[in-house]
């Protein structure tokens, strides 16, 4: 029963982010996309229970108790009216940590799906998206790894504009950026920005004409991620001076940056680039879909 998923790295395009509601969360609207980079989860049979985790941001892991992996396998066996048989789940962590990239959600969506084709679970694809959202507002997207416009508390989803190949240099320059501090401060400038969703076309016809309609959107996170971790905005210098990039933005809320390039060599050479004269950041040419 030895079986393997990929998580892949989540990737906001936009990211335009409201005032608080009354229950303290946040409404957003943003354009989703998913990397070919990511991380990879596997299940086999075991004696006793055990989950692992390896790779080389197992480190940023260690000690963390309840992993989302976990929470996600529990809230299977609920659904499923009883325990699993013993499991050793390995997660192979090649994503930073903390790092805008939704590595946790999707870890925990590639273990419902994973579990749920090992186990042959008679359960449907709609009580796998509440199990998803109860673990966080990247979940149901996470589940399903479809680019979409996620809008609400980032439950709502909805098909997106035709999308063009889209290849890109995703750059983290080795510094956590955890989601709360980054909310908290923007809250404290006011929230400034607004969770509208921008005019947008049908469709994309290059990467050129995406690269030029996302200019006129935002990261509303961008600004107070910087403010906390200036490397943040030091990657996002250099990346923006770059002859082979057409857009540059922070996913999430940070740290890890992208930058749009025109095809795939400008994204090889940019990248090859960037890992040698900046070895301390973490350096993907990807595939964004």
């Known amino acids: 029963m030895s079986r393997s998923a990929f998580a892949p790295a989540k990737v906001n395009l936009f990211l335009h982010v409201g005032a608080p509601d009354a229950e303290g969360y946040h409404p957003l609207s943003s354009l989703v996309v998913f990397a070919d980079v990511g991380d990879q ?7 006793d229970p055990a989950f692992l985790v390896d790779g080389p941001f197992a480190g940023g892991l260690a000690g963390e108790g309840d992993n989302l992996v976990l929470r996600a396998v529990r809230g299977l066996e609920r659904a499923a009216g009883g325990s699993f048989p013993p499991l050793r789940l390995v997660l192979r962590k090649e994503l930073p940590i903390a790092a805008g990239l ?4 999707s870890d925990a969506g590639a273990a419902l799906r994973l579990l749920r084709e090992a186990l042959q679970l008679k359960l ?5 998206t509440e199990i998803a959202a109860g673990l966080g507002a990247d979940g149901p997207m996470c589940l399903w790894r479809e680019a979409a416009i996620a809008e609400g508390r980032g439950e709502r989803l909805s098909a997106p504009p035709g999308l063009p ?11 956590p950026s955890p989601t709360g501090p980054v909310y908290r401060a923007y809250d404290a400038a006011g929230a400034p920005g607004g969770a509208d969703r921008p005019p947008l076309p049908d469709a994309f016809d290059s990467v050129e004409e995406l690269a030029a309609v996302l200019g006129a959107c935002r990261n509303d996170l961008e600004a107070p991620a910087v403010a906390l971790a200036p490397a943040i905005g030091a990657a996002l210098h250099v990346l923006r001076g770059q002859p082979e990039v057409l857009l540059a933005r922070m996913s999430g809320s940070g740290a890890t ?3 749009l390039c025109g095809g795939e060599l400008e994204a090889a050479s940019l990248a090859e680039r960037l890992g040698a004269e900046r070895p301390d950041w973490w350096v993907r040419a990807c595939r964004l879909a």
Do not use: T
Not at 124 to 128: G, K, M, T, V
Not at 165 to 175: D, R, S
């Open 124 to 128: 449907s694809d709609d009580a796998l």
């Open 41 to 47: 989860i596997s299940v086999e049979p075991a004696e």
């Open 257 to 259: 940056c992208f930058a």
């Open 102 to 105: 939704g590595g946790g959600s």
């Open 165 to 175: 190949e889209i290849h890109a240099v995703l750059v983290n320059p080795g510094v």
